[in-house]
Structure formats: C-alpha cells, structure tokens
C-alpha cells in the first residue's frame, strides 16, 4: 500500500513505484473513476477505451464526459 496527500493546491502525487509500475510519465492523462466509496485512479491512454469498450452505455454521464474531453483533445 502506498500512501500519498493532497496539497493545498489540490494536487496528488503518485509514489514512484506505481509510476515506474505503470508506466506513467510526465504529462500522462489520468481518469478519476467514482465507484460507490471509491476513486479509481488509472491512466488515460488508448487501452483504456479498448477496455471500456460496451461496459458504458451511450448516455451515462461517464461517457459523455470522455467524449467531450477527446473532442477537445482534437481541437488542440
């Protein structure tokens, strides 16, 4: 287990061993998942979607957000 605060910024810092673990670089995207009493935190890249593949329906608010974030990703 791997323990981490929260600045006053707001801001979280992931251990090294879970970045080295993970894989997870400067600059990676990161997905905060609300699951009842839970956050889930997981990197954001192109095997996320995979994953996700039919496990969200078209109108759920997670769902919409992701494709709100990926058109803006596009505009840039």
Known sequence: MEISK???AGRLTIPIA???KYNIKR???IVFIENKDRIIIQKL???YFT???GSLGEKSKMFRSLIKDKSQERKL
């Open 6 to 8: 929260i600045t006053s």
């Open 18 to 20: 879970l970045r080295k």
């Open 27 to 29: 600059g990676a995207k």
């Open 45 to 47: 890249d192109k095997n």
């Open 51 to 53: 994953n996700l593949a």
